[in-house]
């Protein structure tokens, strides 16, 4: 099935995360390897680089969560009943991680980015990533991914839908790319 045949929800998806790539080409374009490792705040806060690399980590933790859950999905069992709306605490969860940032949250200690990366494997690992929610989507257009759950990765306790491990990841994308935007406009402010 190809992209633009997908269900709306699914096409909005890859979609953002199309935009993001752009997004991210903008963030960086002309940067130095040194630019994008630099760390604002005194090195307190992630530099570009690093806003990548937890991206990495996040889908790729995600997507080890999201994949086989898919995968043993019988459609004709769970055949898709519509596009996903979110319910009322996953929109509340959603729109805490939306850019602008309202609240911080400390990030697991399981997707804390080192320093000093390389830019070239952080970003081809990064459109990888891509790739794989690209393949995830296409996988799930017959599947009714609200009624799949899988364990959040990082909160045990805590399951969600496939519907809404797809919207974090969007989501949660869109607010450290605003965050790597806030770091070039302080680069440039420092004049680094």
């Known amino acids: 099935m190809s992209i633009k045949t997908l269900p709306s929800d699914l096409r909005e998806a890859v979609a953002t995360i199309t935009v993001n790539e752009q997004t991210a080409e903008t963030v960086m374009a002309g940067l130095s390897s040194f630019q994008l490792n630099w760390q604002p705040n005194g090195g307190k806060a ?9 991206l990495n980590k996040a ?36 729109s805490m991680l939306a850019p602008p940032v ?14 000093n990366l390389d830019s070239d494997k952080v970003l081809a690992a990064w459109l990888q990533t891509h790739n794989e929610i690209r393949q995830f989507a296409t996988e ?3 599947v009714d991914l ?10 045990k306790v805590l399951n969600v839908s496939l519907a809404t491990a797809l ?8 607010r450290h790319l605003w965050q790597a935007g806030q770091v070039r406009r302080a680069l ?3 004049g680094a």
């Open 102 to 115: 309202q609240v911080k949250v400390p990030a697991p200690s399981q997707i804390i980015p080192s320093s």
């Open 59 to 94: 889908h790729n933790a995600y997507l080890k969560s999201m994949l086989p859950v898919l995968r043993a999905a019988d459609p004709a069992k769970i055949p898709r009943r519509g596009d996903y709306v979110p319910g009322f605490c996953a929109g509340v969860f959603l």
């Open 146 to 155: 609200a009624s799949l759950s899988m364990q959040n990765p990082f909160v």
């Open 140 to 142: 799930a257009a017959s």
């Open 46 to 54: 992630w530099s570009i680089l690093q806003c990548l690399e937890h």
């Open 188 to 190: 440039e402010a420092a």
């Open 167 to 174: 919207q974090i990841l969007v989501t949660h994308e869109h």
